[in-house]
C-alpha cells in the first residue's frame, strides 16, 4: 500500500517510575534522517533506536519527542544538609546581633530560599524505564505508520488523477495532428506562390513529407502512454515506490518536452502546456511518497 513520508504518531504507557509519553514526527526525505530529541534514551541505546525507527518507518527526516511524568515525589527534591548548616550557622549569628530577633521560623524559612539548598534529583529512566519506552516507542513508529498509511491512500488517489489528466490532454492533442499536417501543405504552398515560376510538384511532395516526418510525434505518444502505464502500475504494486515514480515521471517530462518542441500548433501546444503542469504537480508529490 502506498505511504505517504508526512505522518505523526503519538504514543504513552504507565510504569512505576510514571508516565511516559512518545511522539514521532516525519516529513519527506531521501534517506532515514533521524533526530532523537530526548534525554530519556540512554547514549547506549541510541543506536539501536534509530535502527528500530528506521526498520519501520523505512526513510524520511524523523523526529522523536519523549517524555517522563515522574510519580515519585521523594525522588524529585532534597535539601543539601552542608549548605543548610552552612547558612544556618551564618544567619542565626547575625540574627542575635539584630535589635529584634527573628524566630526560628522565619530563620527556616529564609534559609530553604538561597541558593542551592534545594536540590533537584534527577531520577535514573535509563535502567528503570528503558524496555517500557522501548514498547513505547515502537508503538508510536507504528502509530505514525497508520497516519501515513492514510495520507498515502488520498496521495495515490491525486497521482492517479494526475495521470489521468495528462493522458486526457493527450488524446486531445491528437486531434490537431491531421490539422496540422494540413497547415504545413498549406504554409509551403503558400511559400511557392510566392515564388513565381515552375514548381517541381514531385520534389514538393518530398519536402511535405519531409517536414512531416520531421514533425511526426507517434513515438513520443506511445512512449508517453508507456510510461504513464508503468507509472500507474509502479503506483499500485510496489511497496515503497516514491524513488521509482520520480525517475518515470523525469522519463514522462522528456517525451512531452519533445511534443511541444514538434507541436507547430498553437492549440496542440496548449495541451503540451497542461501536460507540463499536471507533470509538475506529480514531481511535487512524489516527493512525498515512501
Known sequence: MLQSMTGYGKAECTTETGKITVEIRSVNGKNADIGLKTQLIPRENEHEVRQ?????????SIDLFANLEST??????????????AYYNQIRDINKSLPESLSEADLLSIILRMPDVIESQKSSPDTDIWESLKACITDAANALNDFRSAEGKKLGEELKKRVALILENLTQAEQFDEERAQLVRTRLQSKLEEVKGSVDFNRFEQEIIYYLEKLDITEEKVRLRQHCSYFLETLDKEDFPGKKLAFIAQEMGREINTLGSKANHAEMQRKVVMMKDELEKIKEQTLNVL
Open 52 to 60: 528500530l525507527i528506521s526498520k519501520i518507518l523505512v526513510r524520511g
Open 72 to 85: 515519585r515525589e521523594s525522588t524529585g527534591k532534597s535539601i543539601n544538609k552542608d549548605l543548610f548548616t
